[in-house]
């Protein structure tokens, strides 16, 4: 068992029978390094006309009941004129470009 460092001392008169003195499992390395994960999938509530905008599972402006799309569900409705992407929750940044394309950014002969 690992020493308690020297400032952490029990207090006198205070139980603690009840105190778990179990060690918790290490973060897995994967888990430090991406940090939380979002829920996988886009979410969309589409209104009449088709008209809608996807947003990411867990943005706050998603609509409750929103339906969870696949990412080819996803793109498939965003390439419609009244379908938006959410610029508040990554749900732009993120499939803007698999829509147009990488071009931007890369050099070409």
């Known amino acids: 068992m ?14 603690y029978s009840a105190v778990p003195a179990v060690r918790l499992p290490e973060p897995s390395l994967i888990k430090v390094a ?13 209104g009449p006309r088709g008209q809608g905008t996807i947003h990411a599972p867990d943005c706050t402006e998603a609509p409750p009941g929103a339906t969870t799309l696949s990412l080819d569900q996803a793109l498939t409705l965003a390439e ?4 938006t992407l959410c610029s508040l929750c990554g749900a732009a940044a993120e499939l803007t470009p698999l829509l147009r394309g990488f071009e931007d950014g890369f050099d070409q002969p």
């Not at 400032?7 to 008169?13: V, Y």
């Open 2 to 15: 690992a020493r308690r460092p020297a400032q952490l001392r029990p207090i006198p008169g205070v139980d």
């Open 34 to 46: 991406l940090g939380e994960r979002r829920p996988s999938g886009w979410g969309m509530r589409g």
């Open 80 to 83: 419609r004129p009244a379908v």
